[in-house]
């Protein structure tokens, strides 16, 4: 059961989300601010699958440092940063910094939660096998004795 994290200030978006994706059978944790949303993810155990952030909340970097936060306790885990004030920059700066995605919230025409889903999947989809390359690299490694460099702080 895949766990993502909804961080958005805006109840209502952060509720109609949550209902939705545990629709979908997800396991859902919301977040109405980025400093909340930072220590979920630190607290987090094991970390969440994937944080679907608002680009915009307390400050115009908000999403940016929720995705720097997600990625800095487990860079697997994937981000899809959502956003009102869509622009080329803003979603280039976001994927160059590791997002999964980038989605504007209102686009004309288009149901956003059916977008979202989809994101949702090829994210689990990016994630399952970026974990199941790391177990099979680890289990080669176990079997042939060879010593992995360990990838904590020290």
Same mark, same amino acid.
């Given at each position: 059961?895949?766990?993502?994290?909804?961080?958005?200030?805006?109840?209502?978006?952060?509720?109609?989300?949550?209902?939705?994706?545990?629709?979908?059978?997800?396991?859902?944790?919301?977040?109405?601010?980025?400093?909340?949303?930072? #220590?979920?993810?630190?607290?987090?155990?094991?970390?969440?699958?994937?944080i679907l952030t608002d680009?915009?909340?307390?400050?115009?970097?908000?999403?940016?440092?929720? +995705?720097?936060?997600? +990625?800095?306790?487990?860079?697997?885990?994937?981000?899809?940063?959502?956003?009102?004030?869509?622009?080329?920059?803003?979603?280039?700066?976001?994927?160059?910094?590791?997002?999964?995605?980038?989605?504007?919230?209102?686009?004309?025409?288009?149901?956003?939660?059916?977008i979202l889903i989809l994101?949702? #999947?090829?994210?689990?989809?990016?994630?399952?096998?970026?974990?199941?390359?790391?177990?099979?690299?680890?289990?080669?490694a176990r079997r042939e004795?060879? #010593?992995?460099?360990?990838?904590?702080?020290?």
């Amino acid at each position: 059961m895949y766990r993502i994290l909804v961080v958005d200030d805006e109840d209502e978006i952060r509720d109609a989300v949550g209902r939705r994706l545990r629709r979908e059978g997800y396991v859902v944790e919301e977040a109405g601010t980025q400093d909340e949303a930072a #220590q979920k993810i630190h607290a987090a155990e094991p970390p969440f699958d994937l944080i679907l952030t608002d680009m915009v909340m307390e400050d115009p970097e908000s999403g940016v440092k929720t +995705l720097e936060a997600a +990625l800095s306790r487990d860079i697997f885990s994937e981000v899809i940063v959502l956003t009102a004030y869509g622009n080329v920059g803003n979603a280039v700066e976001c994927m160059r910094r590791g997002a999964f995605d980038y989605v504007e919230k209102n686009t004309p025409g288009v149901d956003v939660y059916e977008i979202l889903i989809l994101k949702i #999947q090829q994210a689990m989809d990016r994630r399952r096998m970026s974990l199941q390359a790391i177990r099979r690299y680890a289990d080669v490694a176990r079997r042939e004795k060879i #010593q992995l460099p360990s990838l904590r702080e020290q």
